[in-house]
């Protein structure tokens, strides 16, 4: 019987008085905004709480669209249920019921133009909670997402938000909006290994940005480092789903993008390493034309693979000494070339 | 200079100061620490120790003339739950009423150098008035808060925030008073001040229900601005159960010092239990 369990009953007790008081337009509720006001100062805020609150703002939303004066209990309650919350947090052992009533927070929270307002709303739609994720609801803020860089100064924490929402939305529904604006905000987010919880959606996303023809051509280096990284490639499994596109390393010789090429033979020995003699001639020719121009790659893939391979068992091993064998080859072949 | 920022620890009056460790074990209360929710044995504790205190102050206000020791019983009778001791300790309230007065000159401005008496004794009288009228509109009669045109210095907004309560001519204006923060009160006021509001909004709940369009417009007038100062978790609780209070979802003081914590009618018959034990 702490302090938490007293605060947590009045709280319910509260949420009960208010639900009513927040459907209408009477004077009482002039009472709910020093309510709120008082909420927000609390310190140690209840989970439940966060749980009340969201449900304050469908009801809002429900009686009023968050117009007028319930705009602003709209954004209080959304400050209350969120904004106490680390931007690492991703789940919590709450029930987040998302209604249709809460895609009206979209347009009132980005037009706004408040970053920590932004960051409430993108938290309440990316935290994993008893309910999924409301993915129909992020898909919603793309058209805002896409340009918030350049309307909104991001804080660490809505960075980190903006990060987890661009994985969860996925490449496709930022596809519509043009992939070089998609690929600017990408840049601007100057994603690290250590920004992404989601290593499998990231991997994925960076997979289909590359494959797309835009996507190839603009996707920053930084972002290309980050998609060879074996702690993504990892979780992800080369199959139906995630097809090979031997386009793309044509491309990349083509284009003299001897960086890119670089990784993207990383990625393609730890996707889909090639099984049959004539996939390992067709990547060992590759492999021999990128030794040429850079020196450092072998030893660079080497690193990669070494990490990758001490994972997951016998068949990487294997693949490592394919690989290993095919490294060395063509590695003779451009030296050979060289002289 | 100012004995009032170093207010003794908080009594049960307090009413919801300090968290402490569950009382369901039935540990001694940590001095200056009390709770809601008590259970059957803290209850009675806290009980003995205030009687102890209302006895205590009752008789320093009567019979010593040492001003340190008048000031420390001033304002100790500014928390001390009056009315609860089961033995009718007389309530020095005539004598701090007019030590209340003592301090303001015929300009109505205090006195240079009793500032922190008139806050205490004003703070006093407040409180016992509260108290009476927790009790009963009949029995708050005996405590009568007497209209007032104070003034106080302007650096001293403690004691100027209380004056407007004590001026304040309706209960629905009080509170509205009481719910104002500023920025220059001190901490220990402001949890003060909560705990009063407490009071206040059982009286008003008691007696009006919940805020009417009337009272509503009392409060459009004095637009209370949203305070942007911070405020400690009992404070914040003391003003989340006023707010249930004031809307439709009141919850009695009797339901916060039962073992019970699930507000609802089971605490009322363990309530009921708790006193059929203690006669």
């Known amino acids: ?339 | 200079m100012s004995p009032k920022k170093a207010d003794p620890p908080p009594t049960e009056s307090d009413h919801l100061s300090e968290g402490t460790e569950p009382m369901s074990g039935e540990k001694p209360t940590p001095p200056g620490n009390t709770m809601p929710w008590l259970g059957p044995a803290a209850l009675v504790s806290l009980q003995r120790n205030n009687a102890n205190d209302a006895r205590c102050v009752s008789w320093i206000l009567k019979n010593i003339t040492d001003p340190e020791a008048l000031d420390t019983a001033v304002r100790l009778a500014g928390t001390v739950r009056w009315f609860e001791d089961r033995i009718d300790t007389e309530v020095p309230y005539d004598f701090i009423v007019s030590t209340f007065h003592e301090c303001f000159g015929s300009d109505g401005e205090v006195r240079p150098g009793l500032w922190d008496r008139a806050y205490n004794s004003g703070r006093a009288m407040l409180w016992i008035n509260i108290l009476a009228m927790c009790k009963s509109a009949e029995f708050a009669r005996r405590f009568p808060l007497q209209t007032i045109k104070y003034t106080s210095p302007d650096f001293d907004d403690d004691l100027s925030g209380l004056l407007e309560v004590c001026k304040a001519s309706s209960v629905c204006c009080r509170l509205v008073h009481l719910l104002v923060i500023r920025s220059g009160f001190t901490p220990m006021h402001i949890r003060w001040v909560s705990n009063t509001l407490l009071h206040l909004s059982w009286v008003h709940q008691a007696t009006s229900g919940t805020l009417d369009n009337s009272d509503m417009i009392v409060l459009f007038i004095h637009q209370p601005q949203p305070t942007t100062i911070p405020l400690d978790t009992v404070t914040i609780l003391n003003r989340l159960l006023t707010w249930c209070n004031l809307l439709d979802s009141a919850v009695k003081e009797e339901v916060l010092k039962v073992h019970d914590k699930s507000c609802d009618t089971s605490c009322f018959c363990f309530f009921s239990c708790l006193h059929l034990v203690h006669q």
């Open chain 1, 1 to 339: 019987m702490f302090i938490s369990d007293r605060l947590e009953q009045v709280l319910s007790r509260l949420s009960e008085a208010i639900v009513p008081a927040l459907c209408t337009f009477n004077p009482r509720l002039h009472l709910l905004q020093y309510i709120l006001h008082d909420l927000t100062k609390l310190e140690t805020r209840p989970w439940r709480l966060t749980e009340m609150a969201y449900g304050w703002c469908s009801v809002i939303c429900e009686n009023t669209q968050g117009a007028g004066y319930h705009r602003n209990l709209l954004l209080l309650s959304l400050e209350i249920g969120f904004r106490h919350l680390h931007p690492h947090r991703s789940t919590l052992p709450v029930k987040l019921t998302h209604t249709i009533h809460h895609r009206h927070l979209v347009d009132i929270v980005f037009e706004s133009r408040n970053g920590d307002l932004i960051a409430d709303v993108l938290h309440a739609w990316t935290l994993r909670t008893y309910t999924d994720e409301p993915l129909w609801l992020l898909d919603m803020c793309v058209r805002h997402l896409i340009d918030l860089h350049h309307l909104v100064p991001f804080s660490s924490k809505l960075r980190q938000l903006v990060i987890r929402s661009v994985a969860l939305i996925g490449y496709r529904g930022f596809e519509q909006m043009g992939v070089e604006r998609f690929i600017e905000l990408l840049d601007h987010l100057h994603v690290g290994i250590e920004d992404i919880g989601e290593w499998t959606r990231w991997g994925r996303l960076l997979l289909d940005i590359v494959q797309s023809t835009e996507g190839i051509q603009h996707l920053s280096h930084q972002s290309w480092g980050l998609l060879v990284e074996p702690r993504i490639l990892g979780q992800l499994r080369g199959g139906d789903d995630i097809t090979y596109d031997p386009q793309i390393t044509t491309y990349l010789e083509g284009a003299k993008e001897w960086e890119k090429l670089e990784c993207w033979m990383g990625v393609i020995w730890m996707l889909w390493p090639p099984e049959t003699e004539r996939s390992k001639e067709n990547l060992e020719r590759a492999m021999v034309s990128l030794f040429r121009q850079r020196p450092g790659a072998p030893r660079k893939l080497k690193q990669w693979m070494d990490r990758w391979s001490q994972h997951d068992g016998q068949r990487r091993e294997d693949v490592f000494k394919t690989f290993q064998w095919v490294c060395k080859r063509a590695h003779e072949t451009s030296q050979q070339e060289i002289l």
